[in-house]
């Protein structure tokens, strides 16, 4: 008799846990939030580029930072990667991240810093893209802090 209190007792408390407690969501992943460092835009010229050895060096999928390119997420958009000019190099470093202003040329977003261009170009930004070319001039670029979740 005893047993089976205990036993109709457990099964209420296991009953009424399972509706009063609710287990946590899980937390959908967020963008982490951009806030501006208080500088000067940069006007540059952008290009974009590909991962071929035409328009790179001998290793078109290895970046100046020894950073390997997957294909795959660069041509799902996931990768948003670019090069600068070497005179550049002063006012940013690799790991950096930039923000390109939307325009006509469809490559606005926040880019990271993975890569250098050849020496004879200035004041010059190069998007890392899948497949496609391009030349805008006059592109204002920040710098831009990310917060880490």
Same mark, same amino acid.
């Given at each position: 008799?005893?047993?089976?209190l205990?036993?109709?007792?457990?099964?209420?408390?296991?009953f009424?846990?399972a509706?009063?407690?609710?287990?946590p969501?899980?937390?959908k992943?967020?963008?982490?939030?951009?806030?501006?460092?208080?500088?000067?835009?940069?006007?540059v010229?952008?290009?974009?580029?590909?991962?071929?050895?035409s328009?790179?060096?001998?290793?078109p999928?290895?970046?100046?930072?020894?950073?390997?390119?997957? =294909?795959?997420?660069?041509?799902? +958009?996931?990768?948003k990667? &670019?090069? *600068?000019s #070497?005179?550049?190099l /002063?006012? @940013?470093?690799?790991?950096?991240?930039?923000?390109?202003?939307p325009?006509?040329?469809?490559l606005g977003?926040?880019?990271?810093?993975?890569d250098?261009?050849?020496?004879?170009?200035t004041?010059?930004?190069?998007? =890392?893209?899948?497949?496609?070319? +391009?030349?805008?001039e006059? &592109?204002? *670029?920040? #710098?831009?802090?990310? /917060?880490? @979740?």
């Amino acid at each position: 008799m005893f047993n089976k209190l205990v036993k109709i007792y457990i099964g209420i408390f296991i009953f009424s846990v399972a509706f009063i407690w609710k287990a946590p969501k899980p937390k959908k992943y967020t963008e982490p939030i951009l806030d501006p460092i208080p500088e000067e835009e940069l006007e540059v010229t952008m290009t974009v580029y590909n991962p071929v050895s035409s328009q790179t060096d001998s290793t078109p999928l290895i970046t100046a930072d020894n950073s390997t390119i997957s =294909l795959e997420k660069l041509k799902s +958009g996931e990768l948003k990667w &670019i090069a *600068i000019s #070497r005179d550049l190099l /002063e006012t @940013f470093s690799f790991g950096e991240k930039i923000v390109i202003p939307p325009g006509r040329h469809g490559l606005g977003g926040v880019y990271e810093i993975h890569d250098l261009m050849n020496s004879r170009f200035t004041k010059r930004i190069d998007v =890392l893209v899948y497949s496609g070319m +391009g030349k805008y001039e006059g &592109i204002k *670029i920040k #710098r831009y802090e990310y /917060e880490k @979740f």
